[in-house]
Nanobody, 124 residues
Framework: QVQLVESGGGLVQAGGSLRLSCAAS????????VGWFRQAPGKEREFVAV????????DYGDSVKGRFTISRDSAKNTVYLQMNSLKPDDTGVYYC?????????????????WGQGTQVTVSS
């Protein structure tokens, strides 16, 4: 079992930055990949970024490439999402998730454990 707690969300103006954190506890986190997803009202859950257990591979959704950076501090069992040049379209609830299954890691179904989410609101 892995427990995840996201933090760092808030209200920011367009062009601003936020850094989200995903703190993990429980067994299995060190051997798992960690992803970030987001969901806006009335929209499907969208892949944002993923990082492998040893940070050897990272991927981003097309809409955030060049603006967001995912990183991992294994000593702190924490994954971060640095979000720069934020746009109103980035508004939504951001979730971190952990998985160990192989396959397409941009799909939410690959992930076994989810946090409760943190709200990000970008005003224009």
């Amino acid at each position: 079992q892995v427990q995840l707690v996201e933090s760092g969300g808030g209200l920011v103006q367009a062009g601003g930055s936020l850094r989200l954190s995903c703190a993990a506890s429980g067994r299995g986190f060190s051997s798992a990949y960690v992803g970030w997803f987001r969901q806006a009202p009335g929209k499907e859950r969208e892949f944002v970024a993923v990082i492998m257990k040893d940070s050897s591979w990272i991927d981003y959704g097309d809409s955030v490439k060049g603006r967001f950076t995912i990183s991992r501090d294994s000593a702190k069992n924490t994954v971060y999402l640095q979000m720069n040049s934020l746009k109103p379209d980035d508004t939504g609830v951001y979730y971190c998730a952990v998985g160990t299954q192989s396959g397409v890691l941009s799909h939410w179904a690959r992930y076994d454990y989810w946090g409760q989410g943190t709200q990000v609101t970008v005003s224009s």
